[in-house]
């Protein structure tokens, strides 16, 4: 498995490492960005959707701001 923190800022992960990286399931990320917690994914192919590491990271960020 991939380490997000350790990956260069432009990278694309997919959406289970994304999940993974916020501590939530698949289906708790899909009700975040389509509640416009998250920023939305992007379109990799098809079917296949994902997040660059530099949103999650600012995700997090956010997050822990709000908290602390």
């Known amino acids: 498995e991939r380490k997000p923190w350790l990956l260069d ?8 490492e ?3 990286a916020l501590n939530v399931s698949v289906s708790h990320l899909r009700r ?3 509640a416009g ?3 939305p994914p992007i ?14 990271r600012t995700v997090i960020r956010n997050a ?3 908290v602390a």
């Open 9 to 16: 800022e432009d990278q694309i992960i997919g959406t289970t």
């Open 37 to 39: 917690t998250i920023p």
């Open 64 to 66: 822990e701001q709000r």
């Open 18 to 20: 994304t999940a993974a």
């Open 43 to 56: 379109r990799i192919s098809g079917r296949k959707y994902g997040w660059r590491v530099g949103t999650i």
């Open 32 to 34: 975040l960005y389509r």
